[in-house]
């Protein structure tokens, strides 16, 4: 075990993957030199050369349409995309090929391809810097989409998404790159999608996923002093979901409770709660209940806390919850 | 036509040309075997064509007129090297080796690709216009890190070349010096809008730009197109870098099988071209300076016919693939949303249609 932040933990990660395989290939702009404006990249240009570490110019469609010809080739890039605002000059490419070369070549291509995405807000940053676009990419199939919440998770969930043979949207939680935590550098904790129980409960099921994992967990403290149990379930893999994990966890507590920061009109929020009314629709005491950003553009930064989630809107939303209960 | 730096080596009229760069070595087989080429790619293209106004093909788009710049630049490549097409490239593909029916699924609408771009070292049509270019300057960036001698070729046309990812590759290819070269087929249309739409420039000129050499090229000589792109992919096996090629030349037909050109151009303009016919030229070479005799272009006409006559029967015979086939391949591994709708058809179909 090693205590390191998420963006160290995402650098060893990285580094054991160029390690493993020569045709894994880093391709972002300032990630040679710089290490990425997040540092996430730091030394690996010196370490294994402008040729596997490679500085982009500044065109996200072609970053990522460089990266499907490579991937033709048989070679695996890992791309940085700065910033989630950044990714939308690629949609194309990522929806109309990378997602679907698969399918067109009848398995001929493989897209081994990871596009690393640090998104989410609470860093107080300028407009487009702070967005959550992942349903966009849980919605188009040939995708995979996950998104990490610890050191740990981050260190072996980007080298498991850099050996998968799809292409995977890797999203980062960018507010929790220097939170610390351990990390086993030996033994991987699951597999790439699998839902984790964060914190055991009993009496209401928590999602979430990246920065609303630990809204989640300190919601779920404070709750305990009230005297209810929160079960906190990481979802980890948004495409697929691991819903099998939620629903076991539904048909004890009888409550669902969905948070993340994206507004919640055709979420994965709007998933989770459909798919477990339609699985878990006896069991289930109270209306399943998202708490999200808004319906809005992110807001300016000095207004985000109240976009996002907090602890107080998720005990406000938790009180409404168990008001309904039946 | 093309302005005084149009490269030129076989003039309509079917006279060879000298030019200061460029000189052509073909033998009179090689010449017979590109007339050949185009002959019968012209012919596929006709049948497809009948095909789908018979209602076997639910679209098809046309190459006529451009059968020279897709037969000499697809003879140009190496049998180790890898090309894109847009969705108008049958002549390219005919000289990769895909088989005629297979460039016929995606129009029959069985299939959303065709074959294996492994197994021909040809990449699938792209519709969405231009993003093949960044495909292939990045295949392009493998080649250079497996050290391989080899080269990529990328085709597009002049309605593409104002997309921003055909431009995004120029940059990438400029800065990467990766090995690829650049087919324009300016054919003068983008369906309805002209040319002087896309650019106020000749388009060859916007790779003077990005840093690399651009060249204009009379896309209806065969004998131009062929020594130009194989002196371009040899200047990028040698480490030289990108080259952009202006093929300019002319769409004889509707931009697909649901165009309808005379609400926008003039027969008068067609006209035009049709005395710069990429096929005639080079019958007249071979009639006039090889002495080919009319029998053997009758017995190409002959092999052209049989092989439109296979394709007619190949794309009869192409039924529906089964409902559930869209459920395979969709990822490398399985994910269980797609098995969830493949149960979900497959439950379906077993219990309420026939």
Same mark, same amino acid.
């Given at each position: 075990? %090693? ?74 890039? +890992? *791309? ?14 990522? +929806? ?17 391809? *990871? ?10 940053? +300028? ?12 919605? %188009?199939?040939?995708?995979? *989409? ?16 850099? $050996? ?88 004890? %507590? ?19 709660? $459909? $798919? ?9 005491? $109270? ?40 | ?36 080429? &185009? ?85 699938? @049509? ?67 809008? @002209? ?29 131009? &197109? ?34 309808? @050109?005379?609400?926008?151009? #003039?027969?008068?303009? #067609? ?43 190949? #794309?009869?015979? &192409? ?6 086939? &869209? ?28």
């Amino acid at each position: 075990m %090693t205590m390191m932040t998420m963006a160290k933990a995402l650098n060893e990660g990285l580094r054991r993957a160029l390690e493993s395989d020569r045709h894994v290939l880093l391709l972002g702009e300032d990630i040679g030199k710089l290490g990425g404006v997040f540092r996430v990249t730091d030394g690996l240009q010196k370490d294994f050369g402008e040729d596997r570490v490679i500085d982009a110019p500044l065109a996200e469609s072609a970053i990522v349409g460089t990266s499907v010809g490579l991937a033709m080739r048989g070679y695996r890039t +890992v *791309v940085e995309i700065q910033f989630d605002g950044f990714v939308y000059p690629a949609f194309d490419q990522i +929806v109309s090929q990378a997602a679907k070369l698969h399918k067109r070549s009848a398995g001929a291509y493989t897209m081994g391809l *990871v596009i690393r995405l640090p998104f989410q807000g609470g860093i107080g940053a +300028v407009e487009h810097h702070s967005e959550s676009p992942e349903a966009y990419f849980v919605h %188009t199939a040939g995708l995979r *989409v996950v998104a990490c919440s610890t050191p740990n998770d981050a260190y072996w969930m980007i080298q498991q998404a850099v $050996a998968h043979d799809d292409p995977v949207i890797f999203c980062e939680p960018k507010c929790r790159y220097w939170d610390k935590g351990e990390v086993d550098l030996e033994n991987p904790p699951t597999g790439l999608f699998d839902a984790v129980v964060r914190r055991p409960g009993r009496d209401v099921t928590v999602v979430a996923y990246g920065s609303m994992v630990k809204v989640a967990l300190q919601a779920a403290e404070a709750a305990a002093e009230e005297g209810r149990d929160l079960e906190v379930i990481d979802l980890r893999g948004l495409s697929p979901m691991d819903l099998d994990t939620v629903a076991a966890s539904v048909e004890r %507590t009888g409550r669902l409770l969905v948070i993340q920061e994206a507004p919640p009109i055709a979420s994965v929020g709007s998933e989770i709660v $459909a $798919a477990i009314q339609e699985r878990c629709f006896y069991s289930l005491r $109270a209306p399943a209940t998202r708490v999200s950003g808004f319906y809005v553009p992110y807001p300016a930064s000095k207004i985000e806390d109240e976009f996002r989630p907090s602890v107080d809107r998720v005990l406000w939303s938790l009180d409404q919850l168990m008001e309904h209960d039946s | 036509m093309g302005g005084e730096e149009l490269i030129q080596l076989l003039t309509p009229e079917g006279e060879r040309r000298q030019h200061d760069d460029y000189e052509s070595t073909l033998t009179r087989d090689e010449i017979l075997g590109f007339y050949r080429d &185009m002959v019968i790619v012209r012919r596929l293209c006709n049948e497809a064509t009948s095909l789908q106004r018979q209602g076997q093909l639910a679209l098809w788009a046309p190459l006529q007129g451009q059968e020279a710049a897709q037969i000499g630049a697809g003879r140009a490549l190496g049998p180790q090297d890898f090309a894109f097409p847009s969705y108008r490239e049958h002549g390219v593909a005919w000289t990769r080796g895909v088989p005629p029916a297979d460039m016929a699924r995606i129009f029959r609408a069985t299939v959303t690709g065709g074959w294996d771009p492994r197994q021909y070292r040809y990449s699938l @049509p792209t519709v969405v216009l231009g993003d093949q270019t960044l495909h292939a300057v990045g295949y392009a960036m493998g080649i250079q890190r497996d050290g391989a001698d080899e080269a990529v070729m990328v085709f597009f046309g002049d309605g593409a070349s104002s997309q921003g990812d055909v431009l995004e590759s120029f940059v990438w290819a400029a800065s990467f010096q990766a090995p690829v070269v650049f087919v324009l087929q300016n054919n003068q249309w983008a369906i309805s809008e @002209p040319t002087s739409l896309q650019t106020r420039i000749p388009l060859y000129h916007r790779a003077d730009g990005f840093g690399f050499p651009g060249v204009r090229v009379d896309g209806n000589d065969v004998l131009a &197109m062929y020594e130009v792109t194989r002196r371009a992919l040899d200047r990028a096996r040698a480490g030289e870098g990108p080259t952009l090629i202006e093929a300019f030349t002319y769409r004889m037909g509707a931009h697909t099988t649901s165009d309808d @050109p005379t609400r926008y151009r #003039v027969e008068a303009d #067609v006209e035009v071209w049709r005395h710069r016919d990429p096929v005639e030229r080079v019958k007249a070479l071979l009639a006039r300076s090889h002495r080919v005799r009319s029998s053997r272009f009758a017995e190409i006409a002959e092999e052209a016919d049989a092989l439109a006559l296979a394709l007619r029967e190949d #794309v009869l015979a &192409m039924g529906p693939p089964p409902a559930t086939d &869209m459920f395979d391949d969709v990822y490398a591994e399985p994910h269980p949303w797609v098995e969830e709708g493949r149960r979900t058809l497959s439950a379906f179909l077993a219990e309420v249609a026939p």
